[in-house]
């Protein structure tokens, strides 16, 4: 039998650990107070013998309980007690150390134990902490179904389960249970609860193992102490009306907003997401919208996600009502636009690192190919400051396009939102494109943060697709609305001035009709001049939209890490991958010319360590998700594989397993299911539902050094709740999201714990008996996001226990034809941030395509550019000098025999002089 340590010896849960920690390669590592010194016991025996023979194994009983320093406490029956056969109840004391040693006695049956002197069962309402220890079973696979059936048993009287705690295989429960109903444990639990004469379910109908087994040996009770910390609790989201269950389809936070907007009315900007029912290409889903409302606003759509702006939040009542609509949310912003995120602390020498050198840059540019004539498009949301960095750190003929203006009815830009800094991203971006290729031409096109559709305009406008934004249609379509108003109008004027010029009389009345008429010209000419600009406005847009379709390069250092499809599925992804193949692109004016296309350079993504991916595994059946093998090491003071601990990896690369009080977090895990495609499902009802039910909960860790309460004492701080999001439906596949999203309620240490099982079918619920066994492999991949501005600046929230090396990059770097983009540090190593893979189910895609440098002495720490954004553009200018240098656009990396996944660098073949 392996030792334990003292620490595990204190309290008698942990002495089990004792009993069953001989097969174990590595113990559970948790942290109790110290014990008290001496147990109150109540005892349960059982002596089934004559007279005589009672009389001996009494005095057995009691010299064993002598020599465990057990001191009986007399009660009325105590004299007769081994005469009485009925008798079976004995009070006492006992030294902690000696308490589960108890059992080791032959009549013993069941023990109760609690600090003496203790008052625990003074109100009999009150719920109490206790630990059970069960009687050990065969196999682990009946140990685990004795655990579960005794807390089913534990539940009709009242009993709340902890969770996430060390249950030493099987062998301890642990929760709370209203006082008065303790000392009835002692009983068996099979008879329990018990009727007026029997018990409410009949011993011969439980399950087995309970059925024959005494499942309960021994009850600790755990009172905590005054100074305990109090467990976290969390709210539950308002309660839905059962006359608007379409009001599920909301999301928890934007159902809070409805519910507000019927008393304050407030506008609001949502995403729909379409059932697969909807003809997405042929656009007969606005007729859909507007025939329910024509006051909703399409501003975008990316696939079967539609973005509207609705001028008043409680509007969102009949929009769930429509039955092709499957979710509604709040629109997704582009990882770290809205927040400031953490900058990490460079390397002392991280000044003298030069990437021209570096990466033979400066060699090429010696030779006259520093991006001349190569067109570069930037994709941000902030721009600021660019205006006064051309000539200097950006190229002369840099051009600005502000696409924000199509979101508002005026027509001009919107106002900026998140963190400004005296040099915005965007600018920052662009300047590492002309520090790369000094003499390209650059087009800055900035976008609002969570209107991803506005990359998808951009990205049609570089190759020429007709398909026009949303947001311009809607534009276009107000202006033709006001130019028919203003028709109506200026009828209504003439007839007016009219009136006036041939009233002559000199009275109010004709004093009046005469102001009235030059008042309405007057008005009149201001709208009609507001809507000469507004057009003038449209003009331009679109003009400076259809200049995009030149462009040789674009750079997008946005990410989107959340709310699409991973696994190259999103709908942007795949857009990406059609139009922008190296081989043509799709929209060209001439079907007999090979047009090039352009060349998409994408940042991959600072996520690594805020991703986790792998698969589902729960290897011993009981409903929770292993974040890492049987084999894998447990880390210091951890017990279990089910859990995963969160950190704060801070500027230095270190991470504290301490997370701040009010940090705003969101976690959101997404996974593929296979879909039957013999299942008849015209209506697109049966697999708006997953077939897997997961939920994820984040724990509160009480009192990690287990002072006062058990180190593995969790509370809960938030859960999923609702139904889980499908983001896509495709033939032979669904995508589905879910999301955890909530303050952090106190300081301390949080871990995640994710539940749910595998059904053995791929048929929906409802129709399974009659479908064959079917086993299929689900890869969920989690990603946590910091949302407030405060927690950012100090760093991320990582995965701390069991990290995944290959999270996947960021959306929409995903498929094949973009060029994805990893950073390197100033100590030419890959930051330690910098995401890595394709994704979770095309783990044979290598991403990224290459490495590159994010540190650049005169840029870095001008704005809050950082990671795999600043590296972007800097792989994007050296895109554009090896184009000027003579390289082909459409096969650039493999024409430089560059190798997926590492650092690039100019080859030397592009560095000699040619031969004539």
């Given at each position: 039998?392996?030792?334990?340590?003292?620490?595990?010896?204190?309290?008698?849960?942990?002495?089990?650990?004792?009993?069953?920690?001989?097969?174990?390669?590595?113990?559970?590592?948790?942290?109790?107070?110290?014990?008290?010194?001496?147990?109150?016991?109540?005892?349960?025996?059982?002596?089934?013998?004559?007279?005589?023979?009672?009389?001996?194994?009494?005095?057995r009983?009691?010299?064993?309980?002598?020599?465990?320093?057990?001191?009986?406490?007399?009660?009325?029956?105590?004299?007769?007690?081994?005469?009485?056969p009925?008798?079976e109840?004995?009070?006492?004391?006992?030294?902690?150390?000696?308490?589960?040693?108890?059992?080791?006695?032959?009549?013993?049956?069941?023990?109760?134990?609690?600090?003496?002197?203790?008052?625990?069962?003074?109100?009999?309402?009150?719920?109490?902490?206790?630990?059970?220890l069960?009687?050990?079973?065969?196999?682990?696979?009946?140990?685990?179904?004795?655990?579960?059936?005794?807390?089913?048993?534990?539940?009709?009287?009242?009993?709340?389960?902890?969770?996430?705690?060390?249950?030493?295989?099987?062998?301890?429960?642990?929760?709370?249970?209203?006082?008065?109903?303790?000392?009835?444990?002692?009983k068996?639990?099979?008879?329990?609860?018990?009727?007026?004469?029997?018990?409410?379910?009949?011993?011969?109908?439980?399950?087995?193992p309970?059925?024959?087994?005494?499942?309960?040996?021994?009850?600790?009770?755990?009172?905590e102490?005054?100074?305990?910390?109090?467990?976290?609790?969390?709210?539950?989201?308002?309660?839905?009306?059962?006359?608007?269950?379409?009001?599920?389809?909301?999301?928890?936070?934007?159902?809070?907003?409805?519910?507000d907007?019927?008393?304050?009315?407030?506008?609001?900007?949502?995403?729909?997401?379409?059932?697969?029912?909807?003809?997405?290409?042929?656009?007969n889903?606005?007729?859909t919208l507007?025939?329910?409302?024509?006051?909703?606003?399409?501003?975008?759509?990316?696939?079967?996600?539609?973005?509207?702006?609705?001028?008043?939040?409680?509007?969102?009542?009949?929009?769930?009502?429509?039955?092709?609509?499957?979710?509604?949310?709040?629109?997704?912003?582009?990882?770290?636009t809205?927040?400031?995120?953490?900058?990490?602390?460079?390397?002392?020498?991280?000044?003298?690192?030069?990437?021209?050198?570096?990466?033979?840059?400066?060699?090429l540019?010696?030779?006259?190919?520093?991006?001349?004539?190569?067109?570069?498009?930037?994709?941000?949301?902030?721009?600021?400051?660019?205006?006064?960095?051309?000539?200097?750190?950006?190229?002369?003929?840099t051009?600005?396009?502000?696409?924000?203006?199509?979101?508002?009815?005026?027509?001009?830009?919107?106002?900026?939102?998140?963190?400004?800094?005296?040099?915005?991203?965007?600018?920052?971006?662009?300047?590492?494109?002309?520090?790369?290729a000094?003499?390209?031409?650059?087009?800055l096109?900035?976008?609002?943060?969570?209107?991803?559709?506005?990359?998808?305009?951009?990205?049609?406008?570089?190759?020429?697709d007709?398909?026009?934004?949303?947001?311009?249609?809607?534009?276009?379509?107000?202006?033709?609305?006001?130019?028919?108003?203003?028709?109506?109008?200026?009828?209504?004027?003439?007839?007016l001035?009219?009136?006036?010029?041939?009233?002559f009389?000199?009275?109010?009345?004709?004093?009046?009709?005469?102001?009235?008429?030059?008042?309405?010209?007057?008005?009149?000419?201001?709208?009609?001049?507001?809507?000469?600009?507004?057009?003038?406005?449209?003009?331009?847009?679109?003009?400076?939209?259809?200049?995009?379709?030149?462009?040789?390069?674009?750079?997008?250092?946005?990410?989107?890490?959340?709310?699409?499809?991973?696994?190259?599925?999103?709908?942007?992804?795949?857009?990406?991958?059609?139009?922008?193949?190296?081989?043509?692109?799709?929209?060209?004016s001439?079907?007999n010319?090979?047009?090039?296309?352009?060349?998409?350079?994408?940042?991959?993504?600072d996520?690594?360590?805020?991703?986790?991916?792998?698969?589902?595994?729960?290897?011993?059946?009981?409903?929770?998700?292993?974040?890492?093998?049987?084999?894998?090491?447990l880390?210091?003071?951890?017990?279990?594989?089910?859990?995963?601990?969160?950190?704060?990896?801070?500027?230095?690369?270190?991470?504290?397993?301490?997370?701040?009080?009010?940090?705003?977090?969101?976690?959101?895990?997404?996974?593929?299911e296979?879909?039957?495609?013999?299942?008849?499902?015209?209506?697109?009802?049966?697999?708006?539902?997953?077939?897997?039910?997961?939920?994820?909960?984040?724990?509160?860790q009480?009192?990690?050094?287990?002072?006062?309460?058990?180190?593995?004492?969790?509370?809960?701080?938030?859960?999923?709740?609702?139904?889980?999001?499908?983001?896509l439906?495709?033939?032979?596949?669904?995508?589905?999201?879910?999301?955890?999203?909530?303050?952090?309620?106190?300081?301390?240490?949080?871990?995640?714990?994710?539940?749910?099982?595998?059904?053995?079918?791929?048929?929906?619920?409802?129709d399974?008996?009659?479908?064959?066994?079917?086993?299929?492999?689900?890869?969920?991949?989690?990603?946590?996001?910091?949302?407030?501005?405060?927690?950012?600046?100090?760093?991320?929230?990582?995965?701390?226990?069991?990290?995944?090396?290959?999270?996947?990059?960021?959306?929409?770097?995903?498929?094949?034809?973009?060029?994805?983009?990893?950073?390197?540090?100033?100590?030419?190593?890959?930051?330690?941030?910098?995401?890595?893979?394709?994704?979770?189910?095309?783990?044979l895609?290598?991403?990224?395509?290459?490495f590159?440098?994010?540190?650049?002495?005169?840029?870095?720490?001008l704005?809050?550019?950082?990671?795999?954004?600043?590296?972007?553009?800097?792989?994007?200018?050296?895109?554009?000098?090896?184009?000027?240098?003579?390289?082909?656009?459409?096969?650039?990396?493999?024409?430089?025999?560059?190798?997926?996944?590492?650092?690039?660098?100019?080859?030397?073949?592009?560095?000699?002089?040619?031969?004539?």
């Amino acid at each position: 039998m392996r030792a334990c340590s003292v620490r595990c010896l204190g309290r008698i849960a942990w002495v089990v650990v004792a009993i069953l920690c001989g097969p174990v390669t590595v113990m559970a590592q948790v942290r109790t107070p110290a014990p008290p010194a001496e147990y109150d016991v109540t005892l349960r025996y059982s002596i089934n013998a004559d007279r005589q023979g009672r009389i001996l194994q009494f005095a057995r009983m009691q010299q064993g309980l002598e020599a465990l320093k057990f001191v009986e406490i007399p009660t009325e029956d105590s004299d007769v007690a081994d005469l009485d056969p009925t008798a079976e109840r004995m009070l006492g004391t006992i030294p902690s150390g000696n308490a589960l040693k108890l059992l080791e006695l032959p009549a013993i049956r069941t023990v109760l134990v609690a600090p003496k002197g203790s008052t625990w069962n003074a109100k009999a309402d009150t719920n109490v902490p206790v630990r059970i220890l069960l009687e050990q079973v065969a196999t682990p696979r009946l140990q685990l179904q004795l655990w579960t059936q005794a807390q089913n048993q534990l539940a009709k009287m009242g009993f709340s389960p902890n969770i996430g705690y060390e249950t030493y295989a099987y062998r301890i429960i642990r929760g709370r249970l209203p006082a008065g109903q303790i000392p009835l444990l002692l009983k068996d639990l099979r008879t329990l609860p018990s009727g007026w004469l029997m018990p409410e379910t009949p011993i011969d109908t439980l399950p087995l193992p309970l059925r024959d087994t005494l499942a309960i040996r021994l009850i600790e009770v755990a009172p905590e102490p005054m100074d305990a910390p109090p467990a976290v609790s969390f709210s539950l989201p308002p309660a839905i009306p059962p006359d608007q269950a379409n009001l599920r389809k909301l999301e928890p936070e934007l159902l809070a907003i409805y519910q507000d907007a019927m008393n304050n009315p407030q506008p609001v900007r949502v995403e729909i997401i379409f059932s697969a029912t909807v003809d997405l290409q042929e656009r007969n889903w606005r007729g859909t919208l507007l025939g329910v409302n024509p006051s909703y606003a399409i501003e975008g759509q990316v696939g079967p996600v539609v973005t509207i702006f609705l001028p008043n939040a409680a509007l969102l009542s009949e929009l769930a009502g429509i039955d092709e609509i499957v979710h509604i949310r709040r629109p997704r912003p582009a990882t770290g636009t809205l927040i400031a995120p953490m900058v990490p602390k460079l390397p002392g020498d991280a000044s003298k690192v030069d990437p021209l050198a570096i990466t033979k840059l400066d060699k090429l540019h010696a030779k006259r190919a520093t991006g001349q004539g190569v067109r570069i498009i930037v994709i941000d949301t902030d721009f600021t400051g660019w205006d006064a960095a051309v000539g200097k750190e950006l190229p002369e003929g840099t051009r600005y396009l502000d696409l924000t203006a199509e979101l508002n009815p005026e027509l001009k830009p919107l106002p900026p939102i998140g963190p400004r800094s005296k040099v915005g991203h965007g600018t920052q971006c662009a300047m590492a494109i002309a520090l790369a290729a000094p003499n390209s031409l650059l087009t800055l096109v900035r976008i609002e943060p969570t209107s991803v559709h506005q990359v998808l305009t951009v990205a049609r406008s570089a190759v020429a697709d007709p398909r026009t934004s949303e947001a311009i249609q809607l534009r276009t379509d107000e202006l033709n609305q006001f130019r028919d108003y203003l028709a109506r109008r200026r009828l209504t004027v003439e007839e007016l001035s009219r009136k006036a010029a041939d009233n002559f009389d000199d009275d109010d009345a004709g004093r009046k009709l005469r102001a009235d008429a030059v008042a309405a010209a007057e008005q009149l000419q201001r709208e009609e001049t507001e809507y000469t600009e507004r057009l003038a406005r449209l003009d331009a847009l679109k003009s400076e939209l259809a200049l995009l379709n030149d462009a040789h390069i674009i750079c997008n250092p946005l990410v989107w890490d959340s709310g699409m499809p991973v696994d190259g599925l999103s709908p942007m992804s795949r857009y990406l991958d059609e139009a922008y193949s190296k081989v043509r692109a799709k929209f060209v004016s001439n079907s007999n010319r090979v047009q090039r296309a352009p060349i998409w350079v994408q940042a991959g993504g600072d996520s690594l360590g805020t991703t986790w991916s792998s698969i589902f595994s729960d290897a011993n059946g009981n409903g929770v998700m292993e974040f890492a093998p049987e084999a894998a090491k447990l880390p210091q003071d951890r017990w279990s594989r089910e859990l995963n601990f969160l950190g704060l990896r801070g500027p230095d690369g270190q991470t504290s397993l301490d997370l701040p009080a009010n940090a705003r977090v969101r976690i959101t895990m997404q996974w593929r299911e296979p879909v039957d495609p013999t299942f008849p499902d015209p209506n697109d009802q049966a697999y708006r539902r997953p077939l897997a039910d997961l939920r994820m909960l984040l724990l509160q860790q009480r009192d990690p050094k287990g002072e006062t309460v058990s180190s593995d004492d969790l509370s809960i701080a938030g859960v999923t709740l609702g139904q889980p999001t499908r983001l896509l439906k495709l033939n032979e596949a669904t995508v589905y999201e879910q999301r955890l999203e909530l303050p952090l309620p106190v300081a301390g240490r949080y871990a995640l714990r994710v539940e749910g099982m595998i059904p053995p079918t791929i048929r929906p619920e409802g129709d399974r008996e009659l479908s064959q066994q079917y086993r299929w492999e689900l890869r969920p991949k989690i990603t946590i996001e910091v949302l407030d501005g405060t927690t950012a600046a100090k760093g991320a929230i990582v995965f701390a226990d069991f990290p995944s090396m290959i999270g996947g990059v960021g959306i929409p770097g995903d498929v094949l034809a973009p060029v994805t983009v990893g950073a390197i540090t100033a100590n030419h190593r890959p930051a330690i941030d910098t995401a890595l893979g394709s994704g979770p189910g095309t783990l044979l895609l290598i991403k990224p395509d290459f490495f590159t440098y994010e540190v650049f002495p005169k840029i870095t720490g001008l704005g809050r550019a950082r990671g795999t954004s600043l590296a972007s553009g800097f792989a994007a200018g050296t895109c554009a000098s090896l184009l000027s240098a003579g390289a082909p656009q459409s096969w650039l990396l493999e024409s430089m025999r560059h190798q997926p996944g590492t650092t690039f660098t100019i080859p030397d073949v592009w560095l000699q002089p040619r031969q004539r």
